[in-house]
């Protein structure tokens, strides 16, 4: 019998136990150790089973138990002193209140939040990103704001079947057992935030507060009873359904989002969001409930929409065009002529998000598109990312090169607190005086090689643990009623060198690409003196049977009578299993199809523990891998097809742990440990630690974009938006006036026979049509020419106002210094100019010199 509806009895605990409600409330004990090993204290068996939850803990714990701890002198003191040691964190000045000019608000949107395991509102990489980075934005001091959904079904659980096809089923959350409580207006009442839809209907939604730290996440929820039952549903599942849930989904997170917000100031009386930061385009409509409320203020559409992007950053996470929503622009034109948001008209949204460039389609609504054309600044997640996204998207700025396309990168990072083992938080304390494990010398002697190698063992052996109770509850709960059977005890062995490979089963991540060559891969995990074994684990989408297919061949393969104790596939890979997973590998593997895997972060978790990576040159290893701290499998980019591929990348990498890794690993000097190994591990500890860090990540965001967007925010909004309004007009006169602009001619002279340390000296003549001098900027570009003319290495250098005699050209000058000797070209660019750009690629204008 199911039940059809279920709410959870709050526990009320005993008033002496105050500090332990008060620690369990902020969810700083997802990543706080201290705070955790109190909460084990409670009953260590239980946590251990209600996967380290503490409301389920203390909902759970019978009240006999309560009351033995309510009279436990010792637990009383230290539950007060976490406490204490909480509200010291809450409230004490921190990295962010030493800048001026920051922001004094950041609103960060996300479709998905992975923060603990206990509240599984998280799909993979994206969502654990975006947990990472509100947990470093909260440890740095950064007023941020997190907004999300709040999906009742969260992301699904994972069950293989007995033939190896993965079963989905989504356990409901109960929202009433979750640390969070309803946003309440001052008089009790719960805060509605309201979206009217077609046909008259309308969707509403509560909104719940998380505290991560200091900062406060937002999360909207439909399942209230002031819904029709339909619409009720719009939360129900993170990525569920397609086409029109979903843009109901993305209608609430952002519209609904901001709109959240707005209660949530009013009602704290906190300072409003000077800066929007939407991770991905799935919250891309944030920025038109934003327009609308400007237009509400007396500006129009074009006016608010400079305003919106200047104090807007979007990050893009993918470089595979089916991770980007693309809506049917009929089905958002229909939500946007209702009204949903008064003064804006559907044309001017359709037109935001229109892939009107060669190769699009028109007839879709593509979020990303939308996000940059929301933004004025945008980056995507690794260097790579970066430059793949300046290719992906430079048909939004059209005629200039993909280098000078205007997305920037910051690369992802991890937050260390959370993903770093506890055994070597202990170790850098007991022997380096810290606990911060990205800053402190690894190198030193104070941590000696038996003393790393055993923590490394311990970290193994978790790992041969976990993943042995995994496959015996797994076997069990397949096969009701019976025992697993014995060998399933003896899986795995803590000694041996262990692989890692878990993650979401798109295909081009290749799950299988290690079967490649079966024998091969036999032979590696059964040799006899260096064998090799391996821990899969990954979630294929719902609706994707291939990758469902990939997952039953691996399934398969390990279940074979000769290997199936050196490879073993864990369900249901989660952030409770990834705690003890990477940390118990010796090698993190990352095969995906470059350059697809936009940075990667699961080897950035595995590295802070010490593991050394074996990945494509992809992502953040394409930026980070130097020789020491792991092995790069070479990318066959030269192959005739995909097959020929995979088949040269597969056998690198068996060469690579055949020939390489195997060897070093159980190289051994007398007293059994692996020194060069070591010394490789120390090599990654020191100097990856503080680079993948997401308190480098954040603070990268808040330098080079939140504080530059807050400050062309507050440029473009004094004066009561009279720079706004100035702006919108000047490049609507710009972008009339531009197909008349052109480089009429351009003279060099000053050099005859050039050699290194002569200037050439540059005239150009302009024509501006309607538009003056300080209108434009005049850059000579300049650098190597290689064949085709095409230049490589390439600078600018502004040209000066020569003069500009009215109906005539204008002309510009300027000098360039010849530095290095070889072949050198250059040619003349125009392009619009205002203080109030961010880029000279901004309106995606440009004149070029012809000849
Ligand atoms: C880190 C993490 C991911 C993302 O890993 P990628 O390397 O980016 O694919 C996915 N799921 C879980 C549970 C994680 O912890």
């Not at 019978?62 to 009351?67: F, H, I, M, N, T």
């Not at 209660?263 to 891309?284: D, L, M, Y």
């Not at 010398?441 to 003393?451: F, G, K, L, N, R």
């Not at 060198?497 to 299988?512: E, M, N, Q």
Request: glycine share 8%; with cysteine.
């Amino acid at each position: 019998m199911k039940a059809i509806r279920r709410f959870t009895v709050r526990t009320v605990l005993p008033e002496a136990l105050d500090a332990v409600s008060a620690l369990a409330a902020n969810l700083r004990w997802s990543w706080h150790e201290p705070t955790r090993r109190l909460f084990a204290r409670i009953d260590p068996i239980l946590w251990d089973e209600l996967d380290h939850d503490p409301i389920a803990l203390l909902g759970a714990v019978d009240s006999a138990r309560l009351e033995e701890l309510a009279g436990d002198g010792q637990f009383i003191a230290d539950a007060q002193a976490l406490r204490a040691d909480l509200t010291a964190y809450l409230e004490e000045p921190r990295w962010y209140q030493s800048l001026e000019d920051a922001p004094q608000r950041i609103a960060y949107f996300s479709p998905e939040f992975g923060i603990a395991s206990a509240i599984p509102q998280y799909s993979g990489g994206l969502g654990i990103l975006a947990g990472d980075h509100l947990k470093s934005a909260s440890d740095l001091g950064l007023p941020l704001l997190g907004v999300g959904l709040f999906y009742r079904a969260g992301y699904f659980r994972q069950a293989i079947d007995r033939d190896g096809w993965q079963k989905e089923t989504y356990p409901l959350l109960d929202p009433d057992g979750l640390p969070m409580q309803v946003l309440r207006e001052g008089d009790g009442a719960p805060v509605l935030v309201t979206l009217p839809l077609t046909g008259g209907s309308q969707l509403h939604a509560r909104v719940w507060q998380m505290h991560v730290g200091r900062v406060v996440l937002l999360l909207l929820d439909t399942d209230i009873a002031e819904n029709e039952e339909e619409l009720r549903g719009v939360t129900d599942r993170l990525y569920g359904g397609g086409g029109e849930h979903r843009l109901l989904q993305e209608l609430l997170l952002g519209i609904g989002g901001v709109r959240a917000i707005k209660a949530h100031v009013r009602i704290t009386g906190s300072p409003a969001p000077e800066v929007f930061h939407t991770n991905e385009g799935h919250a891309g409509f944030l920025g038109l409930e934003r327009i609308s409320d400007l237009i509400a203020e007396g500006l129009t559409f074009s006016e608010a929409l400079q305003v919106v992007r200047a104090g807007t950053l979007f990050t893009t996470h993918t470089p595979v065009p089916a991770g980007i929503d693309r809506f049917d622009a009929s089905l958002v034109e229909r939500y946007f002529q209702t009204d949903l948001l008064p003064g804006v008209d559907a044309h001017d949204v359709l037109a935001l998000g229109r892939e009107d460039y060669p190769g699009g389609d028109r007839g879709v609504h593509n979020m990303a598109v939308m996000g940059l054309r929301l933004a004025q600044r945008a980056n995507g997640v690794s260097q790579l990312h970066g430059e793949v996204s300046r290719g992906m998207f430079g048909e939004l700025w059209p005629g200039f090169d993909a280098a000078d396309v205007p997305i920037t990168s910051v690369t992802n990072g991890v937050h260390a607190p959370t993903w770093t083992d506890p055994l070597m938080v202990t170790l850098a304390k007991d022997s380096l005086g810290t606990y911060d494990t990205t800053r402190c010398d690894w190198s030193s002697d104070a941590v000696s090689d038996a003393q790393l190698w055993s923590v490394r063992r311990a970290m193994r052996e978790q790992l041969v643990t976990d993943a042995r109770e995994r496959v015996a509850a797994a076997w069990v709960e397949e096969n009701p009623g019976m025992a697993a059977p014995q060998w399933m005890t003896g899986v795995l062995d803590p000694d041996v060198l262990t692989i890692g490979f878990a993650r979401r089963v798109p295909t081009y991540k290749r799950l299988t690409l290690m079967l490649h060559d079966q024998d091969r891969l036999r032979a590696l995990l059964t040799d006899p003196e260096r064998p090799v074994q391996l821990v899969i684990a990954g979630k294929s989408h719902p609706a994707d049977d291939s990758g469902k297919a990939l997952i039953q061949k691996l399934v398969q393969f390990a279940a074979e009578h000769d290997v199936r104790e050196r490879i073993v596939f864990l369900p249901n890979y989660d952030i409770g299993m990834a705690r003890l997973l990477y940390p118990g590998t010796d090698i993190w593997l990352n095969n995906p199809l470059r350059p697809f895997e936009a940075c990667g972060t699961s080897g950035m978790k595995a590295a802070l523990n010490g593991s050394l990576n074996l990945s494509i040159l992809d992502g953040w290893w394409n930026e980070y891998y130097d020789g020491e701290n792991g092995w790069a499998i070479p990318s066959a980019d030269a192959a005739g097809d995909g097959a020929e591929r995979d088949a040269l990348e597969a056998e690198a990498m068996y060469d690579l742990i055949e020939h390489q890794i195997a060897p070093r690993f159980y190289d051994r000097d007398d007293e059994g440990l692996p020194r060069r190994w070591l010394r490789n591990i120390r090599h990654t500890l020191a100097t990856l630690s503080p680079e993948l860090s997401a308190d480098r990540m954040v603070s990268e965001y808040v330098e080079r974009l939140y504080v530059p967007a807050a400050r062309a925010r507050r440029a473009i909004s004094g004066e009561s938006y009279g720079p706004a309004r100035d702006l919108a007009q000047w490049k609507a006169r710009v972008t009339a006036e531009w197909p008349n602009v052109a480089v009429a001619h351009v003279e060099s002279g000053g050099v005859q026979s050039p050699q290194v340390g002569d200037e050439l000296t540059v005239r150009a003549h302009v024509e501006l049509a309607g538009l003056s001098a300080d209108d434009v900027l005049v850059d000579v570009v300049f650098g190597r020419a290689r064949d085709g003319d095409e230049l490589a290495d390439v600078h600018h250098m502004p040209l000066t106002l020569e003069a500009h005699e009215l109906g005539q050209s204008a002309t510009f000058t300027g000098t360039v210094p010849l530095a290095r000797s070889g072949s050198f070209g250059y040619t003349v660019r125009v392009t619009p100019c205002h203080e109030l750009l961010a880029h000279p690629a901004e309106l995606g204008l440009v004149a070029v010199a012809e000849h």
